[in-house]
């Protein structure tokens, strides 16, 4: 019985060695590169106050945002809570969702006149930068930052500053 045991202990290492080498094969591999996209270095989620630029006054303090890829040469900034599937969606913080385009090489971005996904409205981004380590989380964390101006089709003589710094994922800097 004893001899029973060790064979199916045997036969099953050998097994399972067979399939651990057979699975690391990078056969029909060798052209794959899964790298990253192309505005990797602008994208993120981010901790966002919304100020008035004439009276300074935030508006929306701490609303998350998201940047990225959105596949055609351009980037998405959303608010928008991806958890939600049916209407009614829920934003943090100004309903924005539009693509922009995106200057990896400064890591700048801008858009005029871009659809808002959000609302069907239409918005400009102007000034559209991120910082390396331009920023600190609530808990001091050094971190990316990032900076927009943006006035929507609806209230064109207002202008709006959304400023913040890259989320960490630590459950301190949450907001």
Not at 99 to 121: G, R
Request: hydrophobic fraction near 40%; aromatic fraction near 12%; charge should be negative.
């Amino acid at each position: 019985m004893r001899y029973i045991k060790l064979n199916i202990v045997a036969i099953l290492l050998c097994l399972a060695s067979a399939m651990a080498v057979t699975s690391c094969e990078d056969e029909g591999y060798d052209e794959y590169d899964a790298g990253a996209t192309p505005t990797a270095a602008l994208n993120g989620e981010w901790w966002i106050n919304i100020a008035d630029e004439a009276t300074g006054q935030i508006l929306i303090p701490h609303a998350l945002h998201r940047t990225f890829d959105a596949n055609n040469g351009k980037m998405y900034i959303s608010d928008r809570f991806y958890g939600d599937t049916s209407p009614p969606l829920t934003y943090f913080g100004w309903e924005l969702i539009a693509q922009v385009n995106p200057d990896v090489q400064n890591l700048a971005f801008s858009a005029t006149d871009a659809f808002n996904e959000a609302d069907e409205s239409s918005v400009t981004i102007t000034e559209g930068r991120v910082f390396p380590r331009g920023g600190r989380s609530q808990t001091g964390v050094v971190t990316d930052s990032i900076y927009f101006k943006a006035v929507f089709d609806y209230d064109p003589e207002t202008v709006l500053i959304f400023s913040g710094h890259k989320r960490t994922g630590f459950i301190e800097d949450e907001y």
